[in-house]
């Protein structure tokens, strides 16, 4: 698996307003079905917040990593936001969050595709360089080849 085939230009958020995090999900969700990924969004959209739900997934560090299986996924994708000032996230580390990356699988994938993305996207994030030159990046390009070694 490669992070980088999961991202597109246009589910990469450098700036995103901040809101509600269902606002941000929601944002973070139209980007996907922009790229193609995301055919139901209202149905992504739920899925994703049904397991914000059951327990949240800001893992700390300034980061959440949401994420959802549902029938409105063509496709496994992954999309990134870069929040313009942090926001809430009820976060493992009671903090804000100023990172994001979303997961989207298909839910007729019976594997565990969406662990393997989260675990290969935690491993990476838990090192503050690599949070540093995303909170610094400047353009989706380098988003995409900053998780190309992942």
Do not use: C
Not at 1 to 6: A, E, G, K, T, Y
Not at 54 to 60: A, D, F, L, M, R
Not at 74 to 86: E, H, M, V
Not at 113 to 136: M, P, Y
């Amino acid at each position: 698996m490669n992070i980088q085939d999961l991202l597109s230009k246009d589910s990469i958020f450098l700036s995103l307003e901040p809101g509600s995090k269902e606002e941000i999900i929601r944002k973070m969700a139209a980007g996907l079905t922009d790229s193609g990924s995301v055919t139901d969004l209202e149905k992504y959209v739920q899925a994703v917040l049904a397991r914000e739900a059951q327990s949240s997934t800001g893992i700390g560090f300034g980061v959440a990593i949401p994420h959802g299986k549902s029938a409105g996924v063509a496709r496994a994708s992954l999309s990134f936001a870069r929040l313009a000032q942090p926001a809430d996230w009820e976060s493992l580390d009671d903090k804000p969050v100023s990172i994001v990356f979303m997961i989207a699988v298909p839910e007729e994938n019976v594997g565990n595709e969406h662990l393997k993305i989260l675990v290969a996207l935690s491993r990476k994030l838990i090192h503050e360089e690599f949070r540093e030159q995303l909170l610094k990046a400047g353009s989706a390009d380098e988003i995409i080849e900053l998780v190309k070694n992942i």
